[in-house]
Nanobody
Framework: QVQLVESGGGLVQPGGSLTLSCAAS????????MSWYRQAPGMERELVAV????????KYPDSVKGRFTISRDNDKNMVYLQMNNLKPEDTALYYC????????????WGQGTQVTVSS
């Protein structure tokens, strides 16, 4: 079965860093773009990073550009999100997503890992 398992979330102070990991299994990982999304309670789900299937290119919204870096290791079926200079507004549940379709709701989702940025 398809599985995406996130880890690495936690509580950090503003300005701190975290690296999230996503372990993928059950599908052809290396053939699809991978993304990270986040969602705070009562808020719309937001795309924060996407990386192409070979890991050559990545895109970010302005809200995280320059602070977050997505990467992947296709030999290990892993995708990562390095988050630097974290801000309170980064607090959210972060989800790993496999972009198996142009439509995000048709892809695969992990269970999420909580990131809380607070002093």
């Amino acid at each position: 079965q398809v599985q995406l398992v996130e880890s690495g979330g936690g509580l950090v102070q503003p300005g701190g860093s975290l690296t999230l990991s996503c372990a993928a299994s059950g599908f052809s990982f290396s053939t699809y773009p991978m993304s990270w999304y986040r969602q705070a309670p009562g808020m719309e789900r937001e795309l924060v990073a996407v990386v192409t299937s070979a890991g050559a290119n990545a895109k970010y919204p302005d809200s995280v550009k320059g602070r977050f870096t997505i990467s992947r290791d296709n030999d290990k079926n892993m995708v990562y999100l390095q988050m630097n200079n974290l801000k309170p507004e980064d607090t959210a549940l972060y989800y790993c997503h496999a972009d198996t379709s142009p439509r995000a709701n048709e892809g695969y989702w992990g269970q999420g890992t909580q990131v809380t940025v607070s002093s």
